[in-house]
């Protein structure tokens, strides 16, 4: 009687744990939904001024930040996003004076092993990084040089047009190259790009589209 009783207890208080168990799980899932939920309101209020026609390319951009292990999106990443569209307008006039996505992307690569090197730290060869297990952060978030080059062509278009008006790509680009300070700039000076040559390409056609809507 005496072991049955014991028997008895010890699978009472084995289920009381397996609840208990079972009750922190639903409540650490409960957390993890309501930190998802709070992550795509952020993500959503994020690129509420981002013009619908531009929020694709953002979305190549945190593509291409993820892909970087980045856990925010720059403006070497949404630059990146730009040029990977190979039909857009931005393109076809950066990829006239030799800026394309292939020697962008060689560009970052070296500024970054210049960068590196400059205080004592060599890269892994590719092999070993691509042999390296990569860790998911999440959706990345706009870091500080993507939101200053927006505010900057957001500033620019109005200056240019004497009032708010929607933000274009070229905008967007021209906001992205204006900064003379940062990873762009620097990459560009790296791959031997006239940076201030790529500026007037962009400023000669927002000209031209001004003109052309008048």
């Known amino acids: 009687m005496a072991d049955e009783t014991g028997r008895l207890r010890n699978e009472m ?24 939920q709070d992550a795509e309101a952020r993500a959503a209020a994020a690129s509420g001024s981002v013009p619908a026609d531009l929020r694709p390319l953002v979305g190549v951009a945190m593509i291409e930040a993820t892909n970087r292990a980045s856990t925010t999106v720059e403006a070497e990443h ?5 040029l990977f569209a190979r039909t857009s307008q931005g393109y076809a006039l950066l990829a006239q004076h030799g800026l394309t996505y292939e020697t962008f992307d060689a560009a970052l690569r070296q500024e970054r ?10 890269i892994p060869d590719a092999a070993r990084l691509q042999a390296a297990p990569r860790v998911r952060t999440g959706r990345p978030r706009f870091g500080a040089s993507a939101r200053e080059a927006f505010e900057r062509a957001s500033k620019a278009s109005k200056a240019r ?33 006239d940076r201030q040559q790529l500026l007037d390409a962009l400023d000669a056609s927002l000209t031209t589209t001004r003109k052309d809507s008048k």
Do not use: K, N, Y
Request: charged share 25%; proline share 3%; aromatic share 6%.
């Open 113 to 122: 092993e210049q960068t590196l090197a400059g205080i004592g730290i060599q």
């Open 161 to 193: 047009r004497g009032r708010p008006q929607r933000l274009g790509e070229v905008d967007f680009l021209a906001g992205i190259l204006a900064a003379e300070l940062g990873t762009v700039p620097r990459a560009l000076s790296r791959g031997g790009f």
């Open 13 to 36: 208080r084995q289920q009381a744990v397996a609840e208990q168990h079972q009750r922190q799980a639903e409540r650490a899932q409960a957390r993890a939904e309501r930190f998802h």
């Open 78 to 82: 949404i630059l990146l996003a730009f």
